[in-house]
């Protein structure tokens, strides 16, 4: 089973950006990043596709525009850049990923995904 490191977590005020990072151990077809709140379920953020030129990437409606998600094949590492952070994003956020396509899986379930980071927290101050 593929390992998944993150980093990047911590606090930010309202507006502000951060930028977390997951690195897997091994080949990976696709990662996203999903969000937990305290009493709140598991959510997708973004996903993005390993090993294709262009395109791949979906978003959360409530992040598009603000969130970039990127990969770097070499690293086996996907990014995600968040900017003008809201204070309802606090969260812990995780990585994810998948080493095949799902047949009949959206990206944003969480049962798409076969292993997952630790989890960072993230911390939006108003």
Not at 36 to 60: L, W
């Amino acid at each position: 089973q593929v390992q998944l490191v993150e980093s990047g977590g911590g606090s930010v005020q309202t507006g502000g950006s951060m930028r977390l990072s997951c690195t897997a151990s091994g080949a990976t077809f696709s990662m996203a990043w999903f969000r937990q709140a305290p009493g709140k379920e598991r959510e997708g953020v973004a996903s993005i596709y390993f090993y294709m030129d262009s395109g791949g990437s979906r978003y959360a409606d409530s992040v598009k525009g603000r969130f970039t998600i990127s990969q770097d094949d070499s690293k086996k590492s996907a990014y995600l850049q968040m900017s003008r952070l809201k204070y309802e994003e606090t969260a812990v956020y995780y990585c994810a990923e998948n080493d095949s396509p799902k047949s009949g899986v959206h990206w944003y379930e969480v049962r798409g995904y076969n292993s997952w980071g630790q989890g960072t927290q993230v911390t939006v101050s108003s």
